[in-house]
């Protein structure tokens, strides 16, 4: 027969501390992985990002560094072939500052009159520069703390660069943000050759001195928008990844807590009540009775057990079985039960033995719900096996004493109980009277 499942039972269960240590722990170790995840995930997606970041920037470093030596290839060639003459058109003036040196001859005539000037190694690439800049490229100048021509004069970023490039520094660059854009700035040491002395050995260089540098500035504002793109990505990829390590760990350790909580229920209810009838068990009992006591000594509401013996049960066993033994204890259970109130707690205190500790109960009160129960196991099991078997039970009351033990109060139920068997059975008494 199947054991009841009674309400008072699951309601009524004590707290299990261990229980809680495990939720807690579960929870604890649900948090650190989230932590730790977290952790990996942003130590891992900085590290991409960073990486990339560093790699797009070393590539327009390349790139600079690439156009440094273009131009210093440029002019070195200018240089080695005296300077290159183009033809004198609207715009392409003869450079002032090249006329005043002395022995220079910068404008040409061909056989057919057409004219010709001179472009030093300055000149060309400033207008390399030029070309460059009105396609978007990039911005080359040549640039020095001691310019010819004042157009070369340095900006406070090339200052500071070739003061440093002076101290030994072999480049400088920076990430300049300015209104009209982003850039990458770069300046790289000119130094002073013999093939200079043409236009600059009034200067007063020695070879190999530094004598200026040449100023590169790269645009970078679609190179921005593209990191800016990537980390839009890579947070994105964070949140994804994270969001599915985060809910897979929520789903198993969601799992794994009902597991725990069903197997934890479980293991308490085994602990606490009895596996037959589903009624609280003895070690119970001794626990739910100090709860109960020291509430009526903080409240002085009376409070009252019943002590219940299933008659004659050796004979039943004997005579019908184990089986429908249990099957008659298992009734009892569940008339005491359903005729017991909320507050009422009933158990299995063992054997054929049931207790009820009624709460603010008095001893009267108490005779009157005893006698109910009587009568209901009387009346409802008389057709047990097809009313070849008749169960009936004896029952002890007595009300809380002050100041007396666990032990004592239920002592004076069970001599009350068995003052019902020796006057007869199938009955209820007190400890004085029936």
């Known amino acids: 027969m199947p054991v009841p499942h009674l309400y008072k039972v699951a309601t009524q269960t004590p707290k299990v501390l261990p229980h809680m240590r495990k939720q807690r722990f579960v929870t604890t170790f649900m948090v650190t992985a989230l932590v730790i995840v977290a952790l990996v995930l942003s130590g891992t997606f900085l590290w991409f ?64 009159g057409v004219r010709y000037t001179l472009r030093n190694p300055g000149l060309a690439t400033r207008e390399i520069s030029q070309l460059a800049n009105e396609s978007g490229l990039f911005t080359v100048r040549i640039t020095s703390l001691k310019p010819v021509n004042t157009q070369n004069s340095p900006d406070a970023f090339e200052r500071d660069a070739l003061r440093k490039l002076e101290n030994g520094i072999n480049e400088v660059s920076k990430v300049d943000r300015t209104a009209k854009g982003v850039f ?82 479980e293991l308490e209810k085994s602990a606490c009540t009895d596996s037959l009838t589903g009624l609280f068990n003895r070690k119970t009992a001794e626990i739910r009775f100090k709860e109960e006591i020291s509430r009526h000594i903080r409240t002085g509401e009376p409070l009252s057990c019943l002590m219940l013996d299933v008659d004659h049960f050796k004979s039943v066993n004997d005579n019908h079985g184990h089986q429908i033994g249990d099957m ?16 009422d707690v ?89």
């Open 49 to 112: 990002y960073l990486r990339t970041e560093k790699l797009s920037m070393g590539l327009v470093h390349q790139q600079a560094q690439t156009l440094f030596r273009q131009i210093v290839l440029t002019q070195r060639w200018v240089t080695q072939h005296g300077g290159v003459f183009v033809q004198v058109l609207p715009g392409v003036d003869p450079n002032p500052y090249l006329t005043s040196l002395p022995g220079l001859k910068v404008t040409i005539k061909d056989e057919d």
């Open 184 to 265: 990458y700035r770069y300046v790289a040491p000119l130094y002073y050759e013999t093939t200079c002395n043409r236009c600059h050995s009034h200067q007063g260089y020695n070879n190999g001195d530094i004598r200026g540098g040449i100023s590169i500035s790269i645009p970078m504002d679609k190179l921005v928008d593209e990191m800016k793109l990537s980390r839009l990505y890579t947070l994105f990829g964070f949140i994804v990844v994270f969001g599915t390590m985060f809910l897979i760990l929520f789903i198993i350790a969601r799992r794994f807590m009902r597991e725990l909580s069903f197997a934890q229920s």
């Open 328 to 343: 008659a204890l298992v009734e009892v259970a569940r008339i005491v039960s359903e005729l017991s109130r909320q507050a």
């Open 346 to 434: 009933v158990f299995r205190y063992g054997g054929e033995e049931f207790l009820v500790l009624l709460t603010n109960t008095p001893l009267q009160s108490a005779l009157i719900i005893a006698e109910r129960m009587r009568i209901k196991v009387e009346e409802e099991t008389a057709n047990l096996r097809d009313g070849s078997l008749s169960v009936t039970i004896s029952c002890g009351v007595v009300e809380y004493c002050d100041n007396e033990s666990v032990e004592k109060f239920i002592g004076r139920a069970d001599a009350a109980l068995y003052r019902a068997k020796d006057n007869g059975r199938n009955r209820v008494c007190t400890e004085n009277a029936s």
